[in-house]
């Protein structure tokens, strides 16, 4: 079972906005993503985060058994190093994001979305190296 739910971080533990299928003391992967309060979207915004939750689902649902693995076991010094370098790539995202309008990056999302549901697989293999190489740009600006 994979899913993308929501949760509420209170008193030092998540809360589940839902009942999972799961047998007592079964290990999860948790991925954290900080999402706005309700009260701080519009409308449009929040029926857009439910849209997207269910995309995730969605994709969620066509991989493989295998394909979402729990991280590696490294050091803390080494797991500080890459959260730190995550959170600053993160950081330079969101700065270059700031520029733009939230209603056009969503549209842009939308516009890429439905593009990419009609490419052919070479053409996705290309565009995911090109992907890459930006990704990997943005963690080396951040770097320097």
């Known amino acids: 079972m994979k899913r993308a739910i929501t949760a509420t971080y209170e008193d030092g533990a998540l809360k589940l906005s839902e009942k999972l299928p799961l047998e007592d003391h079964q290990e999860v992967l948790v991925i954290v993503v900080p999402l ?16 997207m939750k269910q995309q995730v689902e969605a994709w969620l649902a066509l991989q493989p058994a295998d394909s979402v693995r729990p991280p590696l076991s490294l050091p803390e010094s080494r797991r500080q190093e890459l959260d730190e370098a995550f ?58």
Do not use: G, Y
């Open 87 to 144: 959170d600053a790539a993160l950081a330079a995202i969101r700065a270059r994001a700031e520029q733009f309008p939230a209603a056009e990056i969503a549209a842009d999302v939308d516009a890429a979305l439905a593009a990419s549901r009609a490419l052919s697989a070479d053409d996705r293999a290309r565009l995911e190296a090109e992907l890459d190489a930006i990704l990997a740009q943005i963690v080396t600006d951040v770097a320097l």
């Open 36 to 51: 706005p309060r309700k009260e701080q979207l519009s409308a449009d915004e929040q029926a857009r985060a439910v849209r």
